[in-house]
């Protein structure tokens, strides 16, 4: 994959994505002029700052240009200390600096890559020359996006359940280990809900299993539909489901509950070219930190979970 | 407009028979026009904003650095020469470009009676300068530049 998104980027001859937007902080109005110019023929998105200050400033924006171009010499803030500014501040992902400057001594050489600059270029720089150094950094921002991306993909896999998208065991209880943290600090409660798929091994044996992974998927997908944007929806197991509602008391979690199971039982699920009927069993329980720990917040809501299954199912039982 | 840099910039210059302008005081180095819009990659139009941006910010340059010097104040010398330096590197006059380099380390040097002593054939070479880039413009039948 990481592969692929190289070789695309690297045989292109537009910037990729993830380096297309270029800061230019440069004083001088003529290398201003030149450098739009030229950067605008060869397809970058411009951010021009006039001095060192505006461009930090741009910088701190929620989605900066991670291609800079820094002078050295500039009013209230310099380059240099700009280079420094930007590597203490070690944002991710990273950000290629190439700084030019009149000054063409080896020290100041050092100077400028011993700051944070990536690359450093003296004035008047040629225009190909530039080009092609615009090109290594771009060449370098593009394979760190895809590691980005690769990372983000790792982490999604690692937390989600591959099938219906919700977060899987370890991550829903890990996120419910965190709520009950906050619970803890802010004094309020969660609100927890044990589901189970009403007789879906006969859902599987009767359509198939593939039939049975579209009910899965629908299931988890009006699960998610009925609670509220910040409730955290996990499959906890086969067809079981956990739902974590933070700030949630007993008359709330139980109507969320009841929300579920008429959105499931209201209609068919298209499974597999079937029309399935679909219900679950849900049992809820309160974590109210000083009260209960999250294990017994979980046995409450299983128990209440059982119960509504031996009272006939497609139904919810709270845990009193 | 460049005619307006010209009048801030100062003197005028001698015509040769060519119709070219030879700049006196940088010797054998004229404005290279071709050169210069060679190195801004064939683009007439930013060659002319280029000349015209240089027209503009030139004379407040000089008078800058004029008050620099007179105000001993050598950060300020070292770093308008330092722009300047800059931006006559793609002008491609070799010698005017020393000259601002000299200035620059006059300034880091707070050698102010040495900038002093450069100043006057610099300022000339500049005024010079913008002088035959108006005349290589006329010459050329490129529009004049407008602010």
């Not at chain 1, 921002?141 to 899987?168: C, S």
């Not at chain 1, 929806?233 to 974590?244: H, P, S, W």
């Not at chain 1, 309160?286 to 509504?308: H, Q």
């Not at chain 2, 707070?110 to 610099?122: K, T």
Request: glycine share 8%; charged share 25%.
């Amino acid at each position: 994959m990481m592969d692929a998104i190289a070789v695309q980027s690297l045989g292109s001859e537009q910037p990729g994505p993830a380096c297309d937007r270029v800061l230019i902080a440069e004083d001088d109005p003529m290398f201003r002029r030149i450098l739009r110019s030229w950067l605008e023929d060869w397809g970058y998105q411009i951010t021009v700052a006039e001095d060192g200050a505006q461009a930090w400033h741009i910088l701190q924006e929620i989605s900066p240009p991670h291609l800079l171009i820094l002078d050295w010499i500039m009013p209230n803030l310099n380059g240099i200390d700009l280079c420094r500014m930007v590597r203490e501040r070690a944002s991710s992902p990273y950000q290629y600096i190439l700084l030019v400057t009149a000054k063409d001594d080896k020290q100041d050489l050092v100077r400028g890559l011993e700051a944070g600059a990536d690359d450093y270029l003296s004035k008047p720089f040629d225009r190909d020359e530039l080009r092609a150094r615009l090109r290594t950094g771009r060449r370098i921002l593009t394979l760190q996006d895809a590691q980005f991306k690769i990372g983000e993909e790792l982490r999604l896999q690692a937390n989600h359940d591959g099938l219906t998208g919700a977060w899987n065991r370890t991550a829903i209880l890990g996120l419910l280990q965190r709520e009950f943290e906050h619970a803890a600090r802010s004094g309020n409660t969660v609100g927890l809900i044990m589901l189970d798929l009403d007789y879906f091994k006969k859902v599987n044996d009767t359509y198939g299993h593939l039939a049975g992974d579209d009910v899965l998927v629908e299931a988890a997908q009006r699960m998610r539909q009925a609670v509220r944007s910040y409730d955290l929806v996990g499959r906890y197991g086969g067809e079981e489901f956990l739902i974590v509602s933070p700030d949630c008391n007993t008359e709330q979690i139980q109507a969320c509950a009841e929300r579920i199971r008429s959105a499931m039982a209201r209609e068919p699920v298209h499974a597999y070219g079937s029309k399935i009927a679909v219900t679950l069993s849900a049992g809820t329980a309160i974590l109210a930190p000083g009260l209960n720990t999250e294990r017994e917040a979980l046995a409450a809501a299983d128990a209440a979970l059982y119960d509504a299954k031996s009272a006939g199912r497609n139904r919810v039982v709270s845990c009193t | 407009m460049l005619d307006d840099g010209l009048e801030r910039g100062g003197s005028s210059q001698a015509k040769t028979s060519n119709g070219k302008q030879a700049i006196a005081g940088i010797g054998a180095a004229p404005w290279n026009r071709s050169v210069t819009l060679e190195r801004l990659g064939g683009d007439e139009k930013l060659l002319h904003e280029v000349m015209r941006i240089f027209a503009e910010e030139a004379p407040k340059h000089l008078s800058g650095l004029r008050d620099a010097i007179a105000q001993q104040d050598a950060g300020r010398v070292e770093r308008i020469a330092h722009r300047l330096q800059g931006e006559l590197g793609y002008l491609t006059i070799p010698e005017v470009l020393l000259a601002a380099r000299e200035l620059e380390e006059k300034g880091r040097n707070s050698d102010f009676e040495g900038a002093l002593r450069l100043l006057p054939s610099f300022e000339a070479d500049v005024s010079r300068l913008l002088h035959l880039m108006v005349a290589e413009e006329r010459a050329s039948g490129a529009p004049e530049a407008t602010p």
